[in-house]
C-alpha cells in the first residue's frame, strides 16, 4: 500500500469532502492480496475446532451444515434452494497471517475451511464460486469482509483457493453464485457503513478521522488498524444502503490506495 503522498494534500483532499447527508454515529509465487477486515465484532470468540479423530475425518452432512466452518468440508446448499444474486469478477485468496484470527463474523478464521471474504453479502451467506478457466467450483461459507482492491469481488480462503485453482494463479476470473444463509432469516436492506483506506502512516488515518469529526461533530467515525494498513470508517445515522452510497460518492482522496468502500455489517 502507498502512503498520500503528504499530510498537507491529504488535508486539502479532505476539506473539499462533502457529505450530501446527515452524519451522526453512523498471489505469483503466490501473491496473498486480501485487505483488512472491518474491527472485529463485539462478543465471545468462537474456539477453533478441536482436532478431529480418525471417525470423524470422513466429512459429515452434519459437519457440512455447521454454522462453524470445518476444514476441508464445503457447506451444503439446501436443495432447491435459487441464488439471490449472481456476479462475475476477480477472486483472490489469503491465508497466513490471517489464520486463527478474528473474522468479522466472529468466528476464527481457519484459512483451510472452505469460507470467504466478501464487501456485500449478508453475513453467513453460501456462495458457489466457479473458476471461468479451468471450471472447479467450490461452495465457501461467507464469513469475513473484503477484498479491498479494486477490481476484486471474493477472497477465498486458501483451502477454497485450492479447489478452485486459483492458488498458484493467486487471481483468476470466476462466477459467484450466492445463497442465502441455511436456516436463518437475512435483513433484506441490511446495515450499511463506508471504509476508507489502507493508510500506511497511521498518521493519515488518524488525521482524516480527527478531520471529520471536526466537521460532523455528532458524526461515528473510527479509525482502526489492520495488517496490511490503517482504516477510516463512517457511519450514517440511518445505516441504509443508499445513505451509504451517497457518502462514498462524495469522499474523494486523490490517492487511489485510499478509496472509499460500501461495506455491509451484518
Known sequence: MTTLPNRARTFAAIASLTLAVSLAGCHKNPPVVY?????????PVAKPASPRSSAA?????????????????????????????????????????????KAADGSVFDQNAMTAAHRTLPMGSLARVTNLTTNQAVVVRITDRGPFVAGR?????????????????????????AYDPPGRSVDPEGRWCVQIGAFSDPADAVQLKNDLLRRYSTAKVIEFAGPTGHWVR??????????AAQIADHIHIPDPAAEPYLVRLN
Request: no cysteine; net charge positive.
Open 234 to 243: 463512517i457511519n450514517a445515522q440511518n445505516p441504509d444502503k443508499a445513505t
Open 57 to 101: 475425518a470422513t466429512p459429515s452432512t452434519a459437519a457440512a451444515n455447521s454454522t462453524t466452518p470445518v476444514p476441508g468440508v464445503e457447506p451444503i446448499i439446501p436443495p432447491h434452494a435459487k441464488p439471490i444474486s449472481t456476479e462475475i469478477g476477480l477472486a483472490s485468496w489469503y491465508g497466513p497471517p490471517y489464520t486463527n484470527r
Open 153 to 177: 469481488i471474493i477472497d477465498l480462503s486458501l483451502g477454497a483457493a485450492k479447489a478452485t485453482g486459483i492458488y498458484r494463479a493467486g487471481v483468476a476470473k470466476v462466477r459467484v453464485e
Open 35 to 43: 485487505q483488512p477486515p472491518p474491527p472485529p465484532a463485539t462478543g
